[in-house]
């Protein structure tokens, strides 16, 4: 049962194929920092590979075949990529499935005001964070303003050398004996996320014998419209995200990590787009699915909740002409998945957080969790059997190094994934990713031989056969 350390496995080849791979991921999570860029890239990679608009498909009433690939966007913030196999859909399809959606902060509708001679932004933050960790570190703003007219001005500041970085402050140690002691979830509260983004008042504007207020919001509003052709009331439709400022960097003397934000769960998203994008035509239709909302539960209309995913598949099968409401149904429920998403690793700075026979360690291959929930298992999907052994042999005839996890000990916390959503059709699924250091901090950490091994066992996945 022991799972040795990938890195004494491989041959000086190999890791050149690891130190290739985790360049290209840290490039992509250093440019794809939200949903909608991680989208835009997805839409790109793909269309180099020769994917096509499904929207477009259906226009040309295009028939589609073995081998064709289509992909679908929804809202800008989902995307689906399908490869038509040799059987039929109604005989299932391999399906990886990760978010692309991290922690954060947004910017509230009504977040501009000045106080203490600054100018800042109120901030309603997303997804499960400790709030202490978002104050005094660099922050970009990311994001676009939808217009009364119908325009869209999207918004990047921080992440160019030359840009300017916002943040929230903190106390300092001097003053801060009361905040000291008070619990980690209160030392910084969440109404008092607010981002710091101008101290210089607006001058030559004052009408004659008349003081101006605001003056420090005047200039940010100035700015805002010279820049970015947008006014205050425009924050009203508008989705800004607060990030991490900075590029993703190794990690570690040796560089055997990659460091960047929101590799939960844009890691996972990554390797699944590649080994899709790098799949030779399949047995059975194979789908990439990168979904958001799943730090929220899954909601809304690009969460995995919605009905978009259902409804591509059903268009996709009317292309193939075999559709019926019955053949949609078979299909889902003969489908097989991977959960993409990340596991914890092992910190031994934190061991008593850990059952050690069963977590996941860097270095040690892709993870697999039977299930995640809380206490009980409370909200897991809860893989069965047969289907984890089917995967044990899939891997194993891959040469893929992987290892086993559960999420920390049974009566310390847990999580969710999108998997008992999917399973909602009565499909085989489990969990399936990387395992990282620092889940859900600003910066978390991962090591470049999972990243490596979670690409080939997402390629393994995609080629595989099942028993009907």
């Given at each position: 049962m022991e799972r040795k350390n990938v890195w004494e496995q491989y041959e000086e080849e190999e890791i050149t194929r690891v130190l290739k791979l985790a360049e290209r991921y840290r490039e992509f999570i250093s440019e794809g920092k939200t949903e909608r860029e991680c989208v835009k890239l997805a839409v790109r990679m793909a269309e180099e590979k020769g994917y096509q608009?499904?929207?477009?498909?259906?226009?040309?009433?295009?028939?589609?075949?073995?081998?064709?690939?289509?992909?679908g966007v929804h809202r800008g913030k989902l995307v689906c990529l399908f490869q038509i196999g040799e059987e039929p859909m109604e005989r299932g399809m391999n399906i990886l499935g990760a978010h692309i959606d991290s922690p954060r902060l947004d910017i509230k509708q009504n977040p501009l005001y000045e106080d203490g001679e600054t100018a800042l932004l109120e901030t309603h933050y997303y997804g499960g964070i400790k709030k202490y960790q978002w104050a005094a570190i660099p922050l970009a703003l990311h994001g676009v303003v939808a217009k009364k007219d119908g325009s869209v001005a999207e918004i990047t500041v921080g992440e160019k050398e030359n840009d300017p970085v916002v943040g929230i402050s903190d106390l300092l140690i001097h003053l801060s004996g009361e905040q000291m002691q008070k619990k980690a979830a209160v030392v910084v509260e969440g109404e008092n996320l607010n981002i710091i983004v101008g101290s210089r008042p607006l001058k030559g504007e004052e009408e004659p014998g008349k003081e101006e207020k605001e003056k420090i919001k005047k200039g940010i509003l100035k700015l805002l419209e010279e820049n970015y052709g947008i006014e205050e009331e425009d924050f009203l439709s508008a989705e800004l995200e607060a990030v991490p400022a900075g590029?993703?960097?190794?990690?570690?003397?040796?560089?055997?990590?990659?460091?960047?934000?929101?590799?939960?769960?844009?890691?996972?998203?990554?390797?699944?787009?590649?080994?899709?994008?790098?799949?030779?035509t399949p047995r059975y239709t194979?789908?990439?699915?990168?979904?958001?909302?799943?730090?929220?539960?899954?909601v809304g209309a690009t969460g995995m909740h919605s009905r978009y995913f259902e409804n591509m598949t059903a268009?996709?099968?009317a292309l193939t002409g075999h559709y019926s409401e019955l053949m949609l149904r078979r299909c889902l429920q003969n489908?097989?998945?991977?959960?993409?998403?990340?596991s914890a690793a092992f910190d031994p700075g934190y061991a008593?957080?850990?059952?050690?026979?069963?977590?996941?360690?860097?270095?040690?291959?892709?993870?697999?969790?039977?299930?995640?929930?809380?206490?009980?298992?409370?909200?897991?999907?809860?893989?069965n059997a047969e289907y984890i052994g089917s995967l044990r042999r899939i891997m194993d005839e891959a040469g893929v190094f992987w290892q086993t996890a559960e999420l920390g000990k049974v009566d310390q916390g847990g999580g969710g994934t999108i998997a008992y959503i999917a399973a909602n059709y009565g499909m085989d699924v489990i969990d399936s990713?990387?395992?990282?250091?620092?889940?859900?901090?600003?910066?978390?950490?991962?090591s470049k031989a999972d990243i490596y091994e979670a690409y080939k066992g997402y390629k393994a996945f995609l080629n595989a056969s099942w028993e009907k």
């Open positions: 608009r499904l929207e477009d498909a259906v226009r040309e009433g295009k028939t589609l075949k073995t081998g064709d690939k289509v992909y590029a993703a960097r190794d990690f570690g003397l040796d560089k055997s990590m990659v460091m960047g934000y929101g590799q939960d769960d844009r890691i996972c998203a990554f390797t699944s787009l590649m080994a899709m994008l790098e799949a030779e194979s789908v990439c699915l990168l979904t958001d909302k799943e730090e929220i539960g899954s268009e996709v099968m489908c097989h998945m991977l959960s993409s998403d990340v008593g957080a850990f059952e050690k026979k069963n977590s996941a360690y860097l270095g040690h291959g892709m993870v697999f969790n039977k299930y995640t929930g809380s206490r009980g298992k409370s909200g897991s999907n809860d893989a990713g990387v395992a990282l250091l620092n889940m859900h901090c600003p910066w978390e950490v991962s």
